[in-house]
């Protein structure tokens, strides 16, 4: 399902699954969840399989999480809802990188093309050859990474969008490595538009997720239905309006 978060206000709107907005009643809205600057990012904070909001502060690479799962962030101190886990502009990404069921938080820093994933989930970034991972050369300093299950095995892998382009590389394959002429793996040539942002989720529920965007200068999602990378239309692809100008995109189980 989708949603997004606003951050003039701190707003949080989350669509019922219909992809229209229908008022706070039918589909669900929290106050206070973040500020300007920050970065939204959902995840099963509390251990459960409901995704729950959480901000990432990127000039402080700080993550302040929904851990008690009431939809506040509230008696927010270090080591119960907010952590540490990367550095100043750094991206946050959320995903079960081992397979095992477990969601865990990882950044993509840009300038150095780089991945750390927090792979025993203690939100701290450990020794990367032993007990967490670290890996370098995926995407360019501008990309803005995605994560999903492109092939259905259950595990979460990597890709990144690249905004001036519109081009899209997943690697399908899982080994965090950019294929030769994408050998392997997944690569879009267009799917959205300069200032679009990536979505990415099971938008049909076969599990295996597929790619998206949100238009933020219309409120406008479009998202690849049928998964082939190639957006042909409302029809046989997936259109939704949920949300306005300045908003960012997120997507979850609510
Ligand atoms: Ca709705
Ligand atoms: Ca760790
Ligand atoms: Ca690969
Ligand atoms: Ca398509």
Same mark, same amino acid.
């Given at each position: 399902?989708?949603?997004?978060?606003?951050?003039?206000?701190?707003?949080?709107?989350?669509?019922?699954?219909? %992809?229209?907005?229908?008022?706070?009643?039918?589909?669900?809205?929290?106050?206070?969840?973040? +500020?300007?600057?920050?970065?939204?990012?959902? %995840?099963?904070?509390?251990?459960?399989?409901?995704? &729950?909001?959480?901000?990432?502060?990127?000039?402080?690479?700080?993550?302040?999480?929904?851990?008690?799962?009431?939809?506040?962030?509230?008696?927010?101190?270090?080591?119960?809802?907010?952590?540490?886990?990367?550095?100043?502009?750094?991206?946050?990404?959320?995903?079960?990188?081992?397979?095992?069921?477990?969601?865990?938080?990882?950044?993509?820093?840009?300038?150095?093309?780089?991945?750390?994933? +927090?792979?025993? %989930?203690?939100?701290?970034?450990?020794?990367?050859?032993?007990?967490?991972?670290?890996?370098?050369?995926?995407? @360019?300093?501008?990309?803005?990474? $995605?994560?999903?299950?492109?092939?259905?095995?259950?595990?979460?892998?990597?890709? $990144?969008?690249? #905004?001036?382009?519109?081009?899209?590389? @997943?690697?399908?394959? *899982?080994?965090?490595?950019? *294929?030769?002429?994408?050998?392997? +793996?997944?690569?879009?040539?267009?799917?959205?538009?300069?200032?679009? @942002? #990536?979505?990415?989720?099971?938008?049909?529920?076969?599990?295996? +997720?597929?790619?998206?965007?949100?238009?933020?200068?219309?409120?406008?999602?479009?998202?690849?239905?049928? *998964?082939?990378? $190639?957006?042909?239309?409302?029809?046989?692809? &997936?259109?939704?309006?949920? *949300?306005?100008?300045?908003?960012?995109? $997120?997507?979850?189980?609510?």
């Amino acid at each position: 399902m989708i949603g997004v978060f606003r951050p003039s206000t701190g707003e949080w709107f989350l669509d019922n699954g219909n %992809g229209a907005w229908d008022g706070c009643n039918t589909d669900s809205c929290l106050s206070n969840f973040g +500020d300007q600057g920050d970065v939204p990012i959902v %995840g099963p904070w509390n251990g459960g399989l409901q995704s &729950l909001p959480g901000v990432f502060d990127r000039r402080t690479a700080t993550w302040y999480v929904d851990a008690n799962g009431n939809s506040a962030l509230d008696g927010c101190e270090l080591s119960t809802c907010a952590f540490v886990f990367g550095q100043a502009g750094d991206k946050p990404v959320v995903g079960d990188w081992t397979g095992t069921g477990q969601k865990r938080i990882g950044i993509f820093r840009p300038s150095t093309h780089s991945w750390y994933f +927090d792979l025993n %989930g203690n939100e701290t970034l450990d020794k990367c050859k032993r007990t967490d991972l670290c890996k370098k050369s995926f995407g @360019l300093a501008g990309d803005i990474p $995605v994560v999903g299950d492109w092939s259905g095995t259950g595990k979460t892998k990597i890709g $990144v969008f690249r #905004p001036t382009t519109g081009q899209w590389i @997943l690697d399908l394959n *899982g080994d965090i490595k950019m *294929g030769k002429r994408c050998s392997g +793996d997944f690569c879009v040539s267009s799917f959205g538009q300069a200032g679009d @942002l #990536p979505v990415v989720g099971d938008w049909d529920g076969s599990g295996t +997720d597929n790619i998206g965007v949100f238009r933020p200068s219309t409120g406008d999602w479009l998202l690849d239905l049928n *998964g082939n990378g $190639v957006f042909e239309g409302c029809v046989v692809d &997936l259109c939704y309006n949920f *949300g306005q100008q300045g908003d960012l995109p $997120v997507v979850g189980s609510w």
